[in-house]
């Protein structure tokens, strides 16, 4: 089960840091990552992490800007987001790949677990 929170209303320029809480498991070799979506808008990749080797992956569009991260201890997974504009504005979803992919997958239809998903939202 994953648990994402620490979505908010932010002004551009400011900073927001998800959190992705995951319960009854371990990941091992699975992917991990965040995807959002605006409304009106296909669910689009942004952000995946290898849990066991730590290896990163970014949209173009949060390249710089976002960094994600895991903490095998706590089992949880985030997102910090700095800079960020108005059009970052969405529903962010942390999912689960249990396959090893090479390259990795940013497809949101190959992850087979979804968080509950926590609303961000950027004024101008």
């Known amino acids: 089960q994953l648990q994402a929170c620490g979505g908010g209303l932010v002004q551009a320029g400011g900073s927001l840091r998800l959190s992705c809480a995951a319960s009854g498991r371990t990941f091992g070799s699975w992917t991990l990552g965040w995807f959002r979506q605006a409304p009106g808008k296909e669910r689009e990749f942004v952000a995946v992490i290898r849990w066991s080797a730590g290896t990163t992956y970014y949209a173009d569009s949060v390249k710089g800007r976002f960094t994600i991260s895991r903490d095998n201890t706590k089992n949880t997974l985030y997102l910090q987001m700095n800079s960020l504009k108005p059009e970052d504005t969405a529903i962010y979803y942390c999912?689960?790949?249990?396959?090893?992919?090479?390259?990795?997958?940013?497809?949101?239809?190959?992850?087979?677990?979804w968080g509950q998903g926590t609303l961000v939202t950027v004024s101008s």
């Open positions: 999912a689960a790949d249990p396959r090893f992919r090479y390259p990795v997958s940013v497809t949101p239809g190959d992850y087979n677990y």
